[in-house]
């Protein structure tokens, strides 16, 4: 009978011990988030880790993926140059609905042309489902010219060579990536004729219009739009709230003189072909402006979006659908 004695000391301990440790709350069941990295970079840039790691810390316990065309670093980034953007958005909804902690759904952020090509995986796939979407300097109606190149970089000069030379070619409408949303205000026929991937998303080409596009871009709880104020690379800058160049009057004076068509006066709102104007007249379109040159996040303009429209708290029946097998640290996905 001794051993029984001595089990049940050992019992005592233990119960002693557990009711005198300080109980840890669990952190709240929060929703995970996918972020589309923009123009060269990749999706494990330091860059990119130090801002995943910024929303951990505002939003403790959430999941983070970041998007990849590629898992090695050098021709992820590569791919943000070359390569067939539709393509490159069906693989990333494979990817997204093969991770297990995003299947209820997620929150999404996208940089730079991350933001367009995240809203063509909303309309044409959203499964799982996205919440909100932040895009952050997006070019929604497309660019009218090229962005600039650093001096040193090497490959955006060849991409920019290459696309100027014949921007609606083929080839360059299925390779280079900055072609496929180049749309030239002054061959608007040309461009929705050749262009397969904007004048798609954004339902200007007759033939691609999908009514599935609209309804699962009007299923959004927000859509937020983030335009910089000194944005010299997006042409024209508007186009991150959906706003474009008026094709060029036939006796313009001075072809430096633009006119630029806002969101609601375009045909893609006012004939609602991507639900847009479903989003906007229910409040769920969120115009906002961050003081600076293009992708220069300031922590006032873009922390505050990020608190309030990512990592929302679940209730216990949402939690169940997004609570993975087991915690883990991953490369490409972050808790």
């Not at 070359?82 to 991770?99: I, K, M, Y």
């Amino acid at each position: 009978m001794a051993w029984l004695h001595g089990l049940g000391l050992v019992l005592l301990c233990l119960v002693s011990h557990i009711l005198g440790s300080p109980v840890q709350p669990l952190e709240p069941a929060r929703r995970p988030l996918v972020i589309w990295h923009g123009l060269g970079d990749s999706y494990a840039s330091p860059g990119m880790l130090e801002f995943m790691n910024l929303i951990k810390g505002m939003h403790p316990g959430i999941f983070i993926h970041s998007v990849y065309l590629n898992e090695n670093i050098e021709e992820d980034e590569r791919a943000g140059f070359f390569g067939n953007v539709n393509e490159q958005v069906l693989l990333v909804a494979e990817q997204l609905a093969n991770v297990t902690e995003l299947q209820g759904g997620f929150d999404a952020i996208g940089f730079s042309q991350g933001g367009q090509f995240m809203r063509a995986y909303v309309e044409r796939f959203n499964s799982p489902p996205v919440h909100n979407l932040i895009t952050f300097g997006s070019q929604h109606m497309g660019v009218s010219d090229l962005p600039a190149c650093r001096a040193w970089d090497v490959l955006c000069q060849l991409a920019r060579r290459a696309a100027r030379g014949g921007v609606y070619t083929e080839w360059a409408q299925t390779n280079l990536v900055q072609a496929q949303y180049f749309r030239d205000p002054d061959r608007l026929d040309v461009y929705v004729e050749h262009n397969r991937f904007l004048a798609s998303i954004n339902g200007e080409a007759e033939d691609l219009r999908d009514p599935a596009y609209a309804k699962n871009l009007a299923s959004l709880n927000a859509l937020v739009l983030v335009l910089f104020s000194a944005d010299k690379t997006v042409v024209p800058k508007e186009s991150s709230w959906f706003g474009s160049y008026a094709p060029s009057p036939e006796d313009a004076q001075d072809a430096s003189e633009k006119t630029v068509v806002p969101m609601r006066l375009q045909p893609l709102y006012k004939n609602d072909w991507v639900g847009l104007r479903q989003l906007d007249e229910s409040g769920r379109v969120v115009l906002e402006t961050c003081e600076g040159e293009h992708m220069q996040l300031k922590d006032e303009c873009w922390k505050p979006l990020v608190k309030r429209y990512v990592g929302g708290i679940l209730d216990d029946d949402e939690s169940a659908m997004y609570r993975p097998p087991n915690h883990q640290q991953e490369v490409l996905g972050v808790w």
